[in-house]
Every structure is written in C-alpha cells, then in structure tokens.
C-alpha cells in the first residue's frame, strides 16, 4: 500500500487566493482526518469524516475553510480566500474505525500564503 | 473533551542513554494510546501504541507503560540513538467503532547527543 497520499508537497500562493489541498485515503480505511500543525498550536483536528460523512468539524477555524469527501478515496480541504495566518502545514490521516491498524498520517502539504 | 499533556517539551540525553516522556489525560474513557515519532520535513509515524487493557508494552527498545487509575502513560528508549532524535506526540482516543478521533499531546523535541 502506498500510504496515504497527499497533494501538492508545498503550495505558495498569494493572500486571496484559493487553495485546494487533496488527500487519498489507505484503501479500506473508513475514517479520514485532517489536521493541521503550526509551531504555535501544535497538531490540529480541523475536521474528520467516517464512512465519507463529516462528524465533527468543530475544528475549522472559520468559513472560510471547507472539507469535502466524495467518496471513500478522496478528500479535499479548501481555504477561502486564503490569508498569511493560514501558512501551516496540513496533514491528512486516515484509520480503520475500530483503529486496530492504528492512525497513518501523509507526508503534509506545507501551504504558504503571502 | 479529552486533554492530553505531555512533559517535557525539549529532553537532551546522551547517545546510549534512557529517555522518558510522559503524558497524562483527562477522559477515563479513553482506551486507546498511540506514540507518534515525526521527523523533520515528514508527516508523525506510529511508533507503538498500547490498550488500556494491557498495562505494559515493549517492542525492542521502545517500551510504554499505562496506569488506568492515575490516567498517565509513559513512552521509554533505551539505548538511544542518533537516530531516535525527532519530536514524540503521545495520543488518546475513545475506540468505539466510528469516527474515533486522537488528541495530541504538545510534543518532546528529543535530541540524542553524541
């Protein structure tokens, strides 16, 4: 298995803006987080899905965010428009419900507005 | 909502040495604690977990240990390595077949001097 797989890598965008960050889930995992980490605030929960349904997004920052899950290997986290204090790197996670094969992050994608 | 804190923030030792962190929680409920290792530039990697039915688990020279009733879990290197230098999350979790959701610690930035 690949893991879980994250895109882009980096993002460099201007205040503004849109940004669109993708995640592909293991496959077989059925909930789907995403997370986002700053040296400020550590590691986030901005919102996680089980079996593609959003349970708690308590955790998005303001409205300007929004997550979608299409379906079972796919997600999308959107931010807009983007603003310098969204510079962070995101990360996506996906696990089993019962959590027998553990949580498994992506690599990130470091997002910088400017 | 659960709370995880986690000490110390920054933990120097010397290569060979023994290193200790520790976490405590505030949701009896919780039963589930993973250990998370990222390194730079990368995404947290599982290193070992342990349920709370089970008061000690080892796995070469990472050990952790639980106590249910004081509500802290410790994670233990022995003989550390360069290698071994990255920042640790502890986690806690309420397993319960859907939508489980972990909530980090603060992290240890581990350095292992030569």
């Known amino acids: 298995d690949a893991g879980v797989i994250q895109s882009p890598r980096h993002e460099v965008t201007e205040m503004g803006q849109e940004v669109t960050l993708r995640c592909k889930p293991i496959?077989?995992?059925?909930?789907l987080f995403w997370y986002r980490q700053t040296m400020m605030r550590g590691l986030e929960l901005l919102i996680y899905?089980?079996?593609?349904?959003?349970?708690?997004d308590s955790g998005m920052p303001e409205d300007r965010f929004s997550a979608k899950m299409p379906n079972a290997s796919f997600s999308t986290l959107k931010i807009q428009p983007s603003e310098p204090r969204d510079s962070a790197v995101y990360f996506c996670?996906?696990?089993?419900?019962?959590?027998?094969?553990?949580?498994?992050f992506g690599s990130g994608t470091r997002l910088t507005v400017v | 909502g659960e709370n995880v804190e986690q000490h110390p923030s920054t933990l120097s030792v010397q290569e060979g040495d023994s290193a200790v962190i520790k976490c405590t929680y505030s949701?009896?409920?919780?039963?589930?604690f993973p250990w998370y290792k990222q390194e730079l530039g990368k995404g947290p990697q599982l290193i070992i977990d342990?349920?709370?039915?089970?008061g000690e688990k080892k796995d070469q020279r990472i050990a952790v240990t639980l106590n249910k009733t004081a509500k802290h879990f410790s994670l233990h290197i022995t003989e550390t390595q360069p290698e071994d230098s990255a920042v640790y999350f502890c986690?806690?979790?309420?397993?319960?077949?859907?939508?489980?959701?972990?909530?980090f610690g603060t992290g240890t930035q581990l350095k292992v001097e030569l």
């Open positions: 996670a996906s696990s089993s419900g019962d959590g027998l094969y553990g949580y498994t």
């Open positions: 899905f089980n079996n593609n349904v959003p349970i708690d």
């Open positions: 949701d009896s409920a919780s039963n589930y």
């Open positions: 496959s077989g995992h059925n909930s």
């Open positions: 986690a806690a979790v309420i397993l319960t077949g859907g939508g489980n959701k972990l909530t």
């Open positions: 342990i349920r709370s039915n089970v």
